[in-house]
């Protein structure tokens, strides 16, 4: 599905399923509101879904969106590049963290190469799509042609359809790649306006340093966007192929009105473009954690969400969204599940 007709698709919450969702929130056995963002959450699901109580998603799938980034030139980053394509295989082969927690949530993985620099074998668990081997360096020019920008965001769409389509009711994001904490900043600072010193952090763990050579790279970035730039433009010019790819996953979520979690500050920087792309786009979303890193917190703050977990976690890789996920299980089970003070002969107040 091309993004005209997918950002054509995308409608609103239901508002006539969210009014009895709440409805039933306050007839069940529980004084109001006790629940706190559980309930606001389930009442989002029967929003999504278009009924109360919404389904309780059992088929949670992970993407995990990789690519390389040209900007990993100006030293940005302590790890070697390599250290993308290896994950890749790693993931291939179940061993990094988030395999382990998707294995305990029953989520599947999938991964992504939307642009990672080095080869990979086939494998079923991979979705073959390089736009390019890595970005070109968003410190002295775009990182990305618009019709680059728009490839990754359709291919990030394709995948949460397929997903969708093969049995997935809840989409889960992850992302790899090194140097991608950069234009994930810079992504950040355009899209919510914040001075990039605000939102450039420490990525995977970087000196005084490197860190005020990272902000001089976003600044740099970010001064170049034209105030008319639209939010492909910016995804292109200071962005990042899993970053855009993420923002279509995000769009296709929505289109086919399935919960998307967020992972941290890479999904959050996609979902910002993909709100400015949809104004809808919101309701689908769920912030599974309040990354470590200072963007992620920023992003979800403009996105108007609050993460559902706040643990420090900084790896990526969809490993937050695979912890939140039981807690979006549950706020959907209590509205399906749970007795009434009717049915279970329990006094009201
Ligand atoms: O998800 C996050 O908020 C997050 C925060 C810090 C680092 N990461 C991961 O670390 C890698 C990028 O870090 P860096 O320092 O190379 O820009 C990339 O693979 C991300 O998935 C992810
Ligand atoms: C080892 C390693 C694993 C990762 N997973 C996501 N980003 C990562 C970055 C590094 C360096």
Known sequence: MDLTSTLA????LDADAMAAARARQASLTKPPGSLGELEELGVRLAGLAGQCPPPVPEHPAVAVFAGDHGVYAQGVTPWPQEV?????ANFLAGGAVINVFARQTGADVVVVDVGVAGDLAPHPALRPHKVRRGTRDLAVGA???R???VTAIEIGIATAIELVDAGAD???TGDMGIANTTPAAALVAAFTRTAPAQVTGRGTGIDDETLA???AVVEAAVGRLRPAADPVDI???VGGLEHAALAGFVLGGALRRVPVILDGVIAGSGALAAAALHADVAGVLVAGHRSAEPGGRVALEHLGLSPLLDLGLRLGEGSGAALAQPLVAAAARVL???ATFDSAGVANK
């Open 9 to 12: 698709g995308i409608r609103p």
């Open 170 to 172: 809840c989409l889960l």
């Open 213 to 215: 050579r990272k902000t």
């Open 235 to 237: 995804l292109a010019e």
């Open 336 to 338: 399906r599940d749970v």
């Open 143 to 145: 990182a990305l042609t």
């Open 84 to 88: 993308t394509v290896q994950m890749v």
């Open 147 to 149: 019709d680059e920008a």
